[in-house]
Every structure is written in structure tokens, then in C-alpha cells.
Antibody, heavy 122, light 108 residues
Framework: QVQLQESGPGLVKPSQTLSLTCTVS??????????WSWIRQPAGKGLEWIGR???????NYNPSLKSRVTISVDTSKNQFSLKLSSVTAADTAVYYC??????????????WGQGTLVTVSS | EIVLTQSPGTLSLSPGERATLSCRAS???????LAWYQQKPGQAPRLLIY???SRATGIPDRFSGSGSGTDFTLTISRLEPEDFAVYYC?????????FGQGTKVEIK
């Protein structure tokens, strides 16, 4: 099973762009077996799916965030990335990357990265 | 958008007791699209159940899932100390994947 690890700045200023990277180990991001997703969780609250990408570069985004989100993949580095623009304090959350199997239609997430806290503050 | 409502919000039980967690959808959901996760403080969610009733790899058989249509249930037959956590249901709909608000299972 693959392992996932998030990385990126822990502090982002309001109106700027949040950028995170998820590094995949234990397997190739190009295998075609997985979708690669981002999910976030504000402190003490529930989970929100942000979007996903397939190896081909095909993406799906949460309609509520679609205008601000870009997810991309770098197969040479075995990584995929999240960019969220025009952030506000409401975007403060733990951000997780997660994988889902193509054969399942991508309908459940396993495994997950450990998560990284991003705080939006000046 | 399909909304998932979990109940109760908090379940206070003792080790060895049976836990029954409910997840109700605002409209019918395919069982294939229903999953359950466990989350402990400071940790990422862990997949427990997929396809409404199939246990994920390595999940003990005291965890079971059931249901169809709009009503789904996660049952923990005998609570172990490590089972006290927050549990989320999740489904796929036209707007992508959404989660319930969670049920906290706490030690009574």
C-alpha cells in the first residue's frame, strides 16, 4: 500500500495562495491504480473533500471551492499538489492528502497522509 | 447535494458494550458509495468500512456496517479501549464526496 506525506507552509497570509504538496511513496503515482485527493478539516469540525486528480491530469473539484482550487500532478517527483487562492481565516484547517482506488470508482479514501495544519493569519 | 446526518452526536458507553451509530442521508445513496472512518485525536481518519458493509484490510470483525437507501449503521459489537474515537460516514454524490458531522464514542 502506498504512503502519503503532506508538506508546505504552515502559515499563509489572507488573500494569498495556499500551496501544499503530497509525496507518494511505496508505489508510483503513475500506476493508474489510484485517484489522488485533498481533504481538509477545520479544528474541531468535520471533513471536507476539496478535489482529486488522476494520473492523466483529469481533475474533479468540490463545487463550493472550485473557483479557487487547482490540483496538479508531477509524475517525475511522484507528487501531487494543491493550490487554494484568495485564502481567508475560514481556510484554516488540517489538510490531508488521500488516495482512492480506481477500481472502486474512487469512492472511499485509503490511505491518508498524516495531515498538515495550515493557518491563515496576517 | 446529499447531506449525511449522524446520530447521536456523542455516545457514552463502557468497554465491552455494543455501540450502534447511525448515518442518515437526505436522499437515497448507493450502498457502493457509503464508507465509515475512525478518527482518533491528532490522527488522520482510518477507513473501517466501504461499500456499506465490507471491512477494510486489517479491521477487526467487531466492526460491522449495514444499511441501504437512506439509513446506514456502523456497529461495534464489543467496545475495546482503543475504539473510543470519532466516527464519520461518507458518501459520493453529484457534488463529489461528502462526510457526516461525526459521532464521538466516549468512555462512560
Amino acid at each position: 500500500q502506498v504512503q502519503l506525506q503532506e508538506s508546505g507552509p504552515g502559515l499563509v497570509k489572507p488573500s494569498q495562495t495556499l500551496s501544499l504538496t503530497c509525496t507518494v511513496s511505496g508505489g508510483s503515482i503513475s500506476s493508474g491504480s489510484y485517484y489522488w485527493s485533498w481533504i481538509r478539516q477545520p479544528a474541531g469540525k468535520g471533513l471536507e473533500w476539496i478535489g482529486r486528480i488522476y494520473t492523466s491530469g483529469s481533475t474533479n473539484y468540490n463545487p463550493s471551492l472550485k473557483s479557487r482550487v487547482t490540483i496538479s500532478v508531477d509524475t517525475s517527483k511522484n507528487q501531487f499538489s494543491l493550490k487554494l487562492s484568495s485564502v481567508t481565516a475560514a481556510d484554516t484547517a488540517v489538510y490531508y492528502c488521500a488516495s482512492s482506488l480506481v477500481w472502486s470508482g474512487g469512492n472511499w479514501f485509503d490511505p491518508w497522509g498524516q495531515g498538515t495544519l495550515v493557518t491563515v493569519s496576517s | 447535494e446529499i447531506v449525511l446526518t449522524q446520530s447521536p452526536g456523542t455516545l457514552s458507553l463502557s468497554p465491552g458494550e455494543r455501540a450502534t451509530l447511525s448515518c442518515r442521508a437526505s436522499q437515497s445513496v448507493s450502498s457502493s458509495y457509503l464508507a465509515w472512518y475512525q478518527q482518533k485525536p491528532g490522527q488522520a481518519p482510518r477507513l473501517l468500512i466501504y461499500g456499506a458493509s465490507s471491512r477494510a484490510t486489517g479491521i477487526p470483525d467487531r466492526f460491522s456496517g449495514s444499511g441501504s437507501g437512506t439509513d446506514f449503521t456502523l456497529t461495534i459489537s464489543r467496545l475495546e479501549p482503543e475504539d473510543f474515537a470519532v466516527y464519520y460516514c461518507q458518501q459520493y454524490g453529484s457534488s463529489g464526496w461528502t462526510f457526516g458531522q461525526g459521532t464521538k464514542v466516549e468512555i462512560k
